[in-house]
């Protein structure tokens, strides 16, 4: 039995792949509008995060939208107090804060996002997403997630080298040192133990001989002792390392006591505790900076001066005015005097950038310790605030007891070494 066929039918498979490369190309003019867009330092997140808001003068623009800006506070403020993603969250949903979703619905804000019915609960992911959002400094940052094909909806992140970040493009909610502060406290990862708590120095502590992290353990006979062992040890590799055992209250007591220290000699001494952390990062005196300074400023005119010289060298010898030869042995002569001055000037600025990032860290570390200057207990935020790591030492006998010492890695300046501190770094056991 013949059956009847529609004509169109037989160009549907031609007008699917038209549509397809209509499609694709749609799709690649958007995306190079969304380059330009974002290399030009113009945001190119359709919808601000919480906190902000478009500016209702100028929609290129984010201003601060102050009730969620409090929120992202208080979500800065819990992570320095040593909660992690999961307890923010649990925290936040039991005070009945309010979630970006309902704040933006609450509020009349644009979104994207729906309301459900546990939209009132809090998650870990929102949390870490706001923890570690460089917008909330301030800054544009573009080009952080990206798309495998135009026909996905998923989005993957990219690797920081990618990003394009635009300082001070709208008022900051979280300040340079609290963010940095939160991101170092996350850096260490510190997981719960089986008993479900979580140590302030889980992550922080290396052992000082194979280099590598110490694990906490906890012995369930006795109660609250917790312990860090060399991971390599742990890992029945004994014949590499040894325990290096070390108690949690011991590392923590030495940890204080080394801290408090450094904090007392710095205020009572802060020339000399320049000059010593000075001296530790082999840092320029402003002196020798300015010097410096000035030299590349020096090696910046002789070198546009020469290019003007070696410009009208070139001149004189096409206008007949010196010979061929002449020429060619003058401008051998100012080109290697360009090259040696081009690599004094790298050098010089290669000088300038270390020594100004010397001087800066320098300075951090002095405001964190005026910030800090009197406490009785560690915090994770003060912790976090001076220690980058803790390198502990195998025990030794001393007097017939047991010694432990440890070396402090210190945010910014590293290692310090300062007068009669001997004493201040050992715990007996």
Same mark, same amino acid.
């Given at each position: 039995?013949?059956t ?12 699917n ?18 380059r ?23 929609k ?15 979500i ?8 992690g ?39 870990a992911? $929102? !949390?870490?997403?706001?923890? %570690? &959002?460089? =917008?909330?400094l ?5 080009? #952080?997630?990206?798309?495998k +094909? ?60 194979c ?49 408090q220290? $450094? !904090?007392?000699?710095?205020? %009572? &001494?802060k =020339? ?7 001296? #530790?990062?082999?840092?320029? +005196? ?9 030299g ?11 290019d ?58 002095m405001?964190?310790v ?16 001076f ?19 440890? =070396? ?22």
């Amino acid at each position: 039995m013949d059956t009847e066929t529609n004509p169109d039918d037989d160009i549907i498979p031609f007008k699917n792949i038209l549509n397809e490369m209509y499609a694709k190309d749609c799709s690649k003019k958007v995306r190079a509008v969304v380059r330009a867009k974002g290399n030009a330092g113009k945001h190119i997140s359709y919808l601000p995060p919480l906190g902000y808001m478009k500016d209702p003068e100028d929609k290129e623009k984010w201003i601060v939208e102050h009730i969620g800006a409090s929120i992202v506070k208080e979500i800065f403020a819990l992570c320095l107090k040593g909660y992690g993603p999961t307890q923010i969250a649990r925290i936040l949903t039991e005070r009945g804060i309010d979630t970006p979703v309902v704040h933006f619905h609450k509020y009349k804000l644009p979104t994207a996002l729906k309301l459900r019915e546990d939209s009132d609960v809090w998650n870990a992911k $929102t !949390i870490a997403g706001i923890l %570690e &959002n460089m =917008e909330y400094l301030g800054h544009t940052v573009n080009f #952080r997630y990206y798309k495998k +094909s135009y026909k996905s909806k998923k989005k993957y992140e990219n690797p920081k080298d990618k990003w394009v970040i635009f300082e001070n493009t709208q008022e900051a909610i979280i300040d340079q040192e609290t963010f940095d502060t939160v991101q170092r406290i996350r850096d260490g990862r510190r997981r719960p133990t089986e008993m479900g708590e979580m140590n302030i120095l889980s992550g922080m502590l290396y052992c000082a001989d194979c280099g590598e992290k110490m694990y906490l353990c906890r012995c369930t006979t006795v109660k609250q002792a917790e312990y860090f062992n060399c991971s390599t040890y742990r890992k029945k590799k004994k014949k590499y390392c040894t325990s290096h055992q070390i108690t949690a209250h011991a590392a923590m007591a030495l940890i204080k006591n080394d801290i408090q220290y $450094t !904090i007392k000699f710095a205020t %009572e &001494n802060k =020339e000399e505790f320049m000059s010593i952390l000075k001296e #530790r990062a082999k840092a320029k +005196s402003k002196r020798e900076l300015a010097s410096y300074i000035d030299g590349k400023e020096q090696a910046e005119k002789r070198i546009k001066a020469l290019d003007k010289i070696i410009q009208n060298l070139y001149e004189d010898k096409v206008g007949g005015k010196i010979s061929e030869e002449r020429y060619m042995k003058m401008s051998d002569n100012y080109e290697a005097e360009q090259k040696t001055l081009t690599e004094s000037l790298n050098y010089l600025k290669a000088e300038i950038e270390k020594a100004k990032t010397q001087y800066d860290n320098i300075q951090r570390f002095m405001a964190i310790v005026k910030r800090y200057s009197d406490f009785d207990e560690i915090t994770p935020e003060i912790l976090r605030a001076f220690v980058d790591k803790v390198i502990i030492n195998e025990k030794v006998k001393v007097d017939g007891r047991y010694v432990h010492t440890i =070396e402090i890695i210190y945010n910014f300046v590293e290692a310090i070494d300062l007068p009669d501190f001997d004493a201040h770094l050992r715990e007996e056991n």
